[in-house]
Nanobody
Framework: EVDLVESGGDLVQTGGSLRLSCAASGFSFGYYSIAWFRQAPGKQREGVACISTNDGHTEYTASAKGRFTISSDRAKNTVYLQMNSLKPEDTGVYHC???????????????????????WGKGTQVTVSS
């Protein structure tokens, strides 16, 4: 069974940093892409960052680029999201998911909310105080 477990969410002040982890089981890295999504209160879910574990290529949404870094540890089957210079608008529940980066990172979220990801974790809460 494929399982994704997120951790690392916390309450931080504006300008602070957090490192989220997505621990995967039931499949091996190197053949899949892993994406981070977030959903803020009253907002649509959005793709934040994505990594192709095969070649290490990364993609970021505009709001995350330059502040967030996605990385993977293939030996540990874990993907990380290092978040620096956090802003209140970064607040939300962060989920990791298995699926194509081309679908996860887009300026136009799907109107029906279907992202085409194969598996989702249950999420971890990130709160950035103003």
């Amino acid at each position: 069974e494929v399982d994704l477990v997120e951790s690392g969410g916390d309450l931080v002040q504006t300008g602070g940093s957090l490192r989220l982890s997505c621990a995967a089981s039931g499949f091996s890295f190197g053949y899949y892409s892993i994406a981070w999504f977030r959903q803020a209160p009253g907002k649509q879910r959005e793709g934040v960052a994505c990594i192709s574990t095969n070649d290490g290529h990364t993609e970021y949404t505009a709001s995350a680029k330059g502040r967030f870094t996605i990385s993977s540890d293939r030996a540990k089957n874990t993907v990380y999201l290092q978040m620096n210079s956090l802003k209140p608008e970064d607040t939300g529940v962060y989920h990791c998911a298995v699926g194509p980066c081309i679908l996860a990172i887009t300026a136009t979220p799907p109107p029906d909310g279907y992202w085409g990801m194969d598996y989702w974790g249950k999420g971890t809460q990130v709160t950035v105080s103003s």
